[in-house]
Every structure is written in C-alpha cells, then in structure tokens.
C-alpha cells in the first residue's frame, strides 16, 4: 500500500502491518478505515501463517482519535472501531503485536486483540477511557478472559497505564525485552510460525477461539451501551471537551 496511513508488507508466509501516523498514531476514522481493508484483504491470503501489527513512531498507538468521539462522527467511528478489532481477534492467521512504545486506549484493545504480544522493556499499555469519563467496550470484553476479572476492573476502573513488566506477570504479553533486542525476538517468533503448517495453525486458532469464546452478541450489547447510554451522559461531554480543550473535567456525575 502507498498512502502514509498503514504499509503492508507481506514476505515468506508473513504480514506486517505497519501504522503510520507518527509519532503517536492516533487512530482516526481514515485510519479505521484503511485497516479494515487491509485485515479483509490480508484474510483471504491462504499463504500466510502469520500477520505482525506493529507501528512507526513514538509510540504503539495513544488510541482512537478523541475528535472522532464527537456526536457528528461516533456514530460511525465506534462500529468501525469494532469491526477492525472484530476482524482482527478473528483473523484466520495467528497474529502478533510489536509494541515498542506505549499502547493506549484503543492502542491497547488492537493489543487485546491479537493472539500473541510483545513489549520493549520501557513501554506502558493500559485504557485510560475512565479519566474522559468514556468506556472501553472492547477491553471490557477481552480483558476479563486474558488477564482475571479482578486485574480488568482496577484496569478499566481506574484508567492506570501498567508497566512492561507488569503486563507480563498479568498474562497481557508473552514477553518483555529491550529495544535493541525487539527485532531480533520478532523475527525468531516469525521464523518459527512461518515454519509451521498454516493448516494447523488455523485450526489450532478456531480451536483456541472455542475455549476463549469466540466474538459474539456481547459486543453489540456493548456498542449499543456506548452509543446509546454513554454518550447521552453530560460527563462523556465534558470528559471530550476538557480533554480537547487541555483543561481539567468539571464532573456532575450523570
């Protein structure tokens, strides 16, 4: 692909989808939209035994664009928000997230939804909706089977970004290593993957996706909360407005 917004490079049995709104690739709408395409496209290629999203930039992604949060554009940026993470948690292939910086918000659902992740050593992930008074449907779904309903409640409730490593001993990644080591173990969990049958991978993954339960009626059930309850709420406005307009909320609580 040639647009500045994601690349995709696709070599030996492997993906690599890259964003590229450096340097901390918001995810707008325009974006969305280019990785849906890009995941419907990537899902038809038999030939592949995996798919890496990773990012250019300073961080992993800082979420989904709170402009788009505004009553003009939420109406269709929270379903496609949900349809890229839909076909990215059902991509046929196993997927892996490179996070070398910080995965935030919506950075951080692309991470939930991805079989397999990585974390250089300085790097935070975490959802932050709470501090705009604002929802994270997607970790709200994925993060209670990945990490403990206990370690997804002080998550969602208290918006705290964790470190590497205690995304680590969470169960949220596979692995922590340095920068300067980040290729390298990529490139080794590639090599591996790529050398495996990819009808076995698949079906290894539909069956992974039995016992994790696969994508289902909840996430309606969660956009229509997002949609239809939280934004009719006075401090979801007030949480976009103090965030856009770098000023602390003045919460009334309904």
């Known amino acids: 692909m040639t647009d500045s917004l994601i690349s995709v490079e696709t070599k030996n049995g492997a ?16 974006t969305l939209t280019q990785l849906e395409s ?6 038809r290629d038999e030939s592949l035994r995996v798919l890496v999203l990773k990012a250019e930039g300073k961080m992993f992604s800082a979420g989904v664009d709170v402009a788009d949060h505004t ?24 997927t892996l997230a490179v996070v070398h910086g910080h995965a935030l918000g ?3 659902e692309l991470v939930l939804c991805c079989d397999l992740a990585v974390m250089v050593d300085t790097a935070k992930i ?12 997607i970790a709200a779904m994925r993060l209670p089977q990945l990490v ?44 591996k993957l790529t050398s495996l049958s990819r009808a076995a991978l698949t079906m290894t993954k539909r069956a992974l996706h039995l016992g ?27 949480g976009l ?11 009334k609580h309904k």
């Open 212 to 238: 994790f339960g696969a994508w289902d009626s909840s996430a309606a059930e969660l956009e229509r909360l997002y949609l239809d309850e939280l934004m009719k709420t006075a401090d979801a406005h007030e």
């Open 71 to 94: 009553p003009d554009k939420v109406g269709a940026m929270i379903p496609l928000f949900d349809r890229v993470c839909r076909a990215l948690a059902n991509f046929p292939a196993p």
């Open 126 to 137: 975490g959802q932050p909706e709470i501090q705009l008074a604002a929802i994270a449907p």
């Open 15 to 30: 993906s690599f989808l890259t964003l590229k709104r450096a340097p901390l690739n918001v995810l707008d709408i325009a």
């Open 106 to 108: 919506g950075g951080c």
């Open 148 to 191: 403990g309903y206990r370690n997804a409640a002080d998550m969602l409730f208290t918006g705290r970004a964790l470190t590497a490593d205690e995304a680590l001993k969470m169960g949220l990644v596979n692995a922590v290593v340095a920068a300067d080591g980040l290729e390298a173990w990529v490139g080794e969990k590639v090599s």
């Open 241 to 251: 407005a103090a965030f856009m307009e770098k000023r602390a909320a003045v919460w």
């Open 38 to 43: 890009a995941l419907a496209e990537l899902s």
